[in-house]
């Protein structure tokens, strides 16, 4: 994201009825006044799209949403992404993407286990679905329960840049990926990222894939539970799909 003058700043902003506290004098920001036990009205999505793209990463502490409550409020977002199967099972919402490190039946996923080392690679710098033909435009990642130490979810302010990326067009690919890792480097310096810790259930964190990118930071996953689950909001823009490659 690309900041201006009053925007590298840390304090208060208001937005309609939202107080948004920045995190960061670039980017991110804790937000309060909203009770999402209640219907979210039409104003109050305009209030918090308006925050999200200013902020880039947004997060609302114990909102006491359920998956039900999640996938309504997700839906005045725009259309959801779905899975039908996850690890070879059909789950209740398709619209739910279980993130954390327990099953469908809340039990910690095995180390080495083929789910297991899927699991890694929320540990790398990504854009949800950067790989989907159809790409995302909001990612809303809420928490059921929180690991007592680790596990923060780091992002770094940046745009059309992850580990997803395989190649720069017009380039050769070995050099196309060497300019990818410089950038990817360059981007995830310390002032350029924030890393937000999971306090509580029914902390959700709200961000645009197409203006950061996101990792999973470690924590003992064989010991301790991190459920966090997540919507996923498809890009309706006009570069929504992305470039087709031959």
């Not at 997803?164 to 067009?169: D, L, R, T, V």
């Not at 996101?214 to 997540?230: G, W």
Request: hydrophobic residues 35%; aromatic residues 10%.
């Amino acid at each position: 994201m690309e900041s201006t003058s009053n925007e590298t700043t840390t304090a208060t902003v208001k937005i309609g009825s939202l107080t948004c506290r920045p995190l960061n004098p670039r980017f991110g920001a804790e937000i309060e006044g909203i009770d999402f036990s209640k219907p979210v009205t039409e104003q109050q999505i305009k209030d918090i799209i308006a925050a999200e793209n200013r902020f880039g990463v947004t997060v609302y502490r114990n909102t006491c949403m359920t998956e039900e409550l999640h996938i309504a409020f997700s839906r005045q977002l725009g259309e959801l992404e779905k899975v039908y199967q996850f690890n070879g099972r059909e789950v209740v919402h398709p619209e739910i993407y279980r993130a954390g490190n327990t099953d469908e039946d809340g039990n910690i996923i095995p180390a080495s286990s083929r789910h297991w080392w899927f699991t890694k690679g929320n540990a790398l710098w990504h854009a949800d679905s950067a790989y989907n033909h159809h790409r995302s435009k909001y990612s809303l990642l809420l928490a059921h329960i929180v690991p007592k130490e680790g596990g923060n979810t780091n992002y770094a302010d940046t745009l059309y840049l992850a580990s997803h990326a395989s190649e720069i067009i017009g380039m050769e690919r070995e050099e196309g990926l060497k300019l990818i890792r410089e950038l990817i480097d360059h981007c995830t310096q310390p002032k350029y990222t924030i890393s937000v810790k999971w306090q509580q259930t029914g902390d959700m964190i709200f961000w645009d894939n197409r203006q950061v990118m996101h990792r999973a930071t470690p924590f003992m996953d064989q010991m301790d539970v991190r459920d966090v689950r997540r919507t996923t909001v498809y890009d309706d823009g006009p570069e929504g799909y992305g470039i087709e490659v031959p």
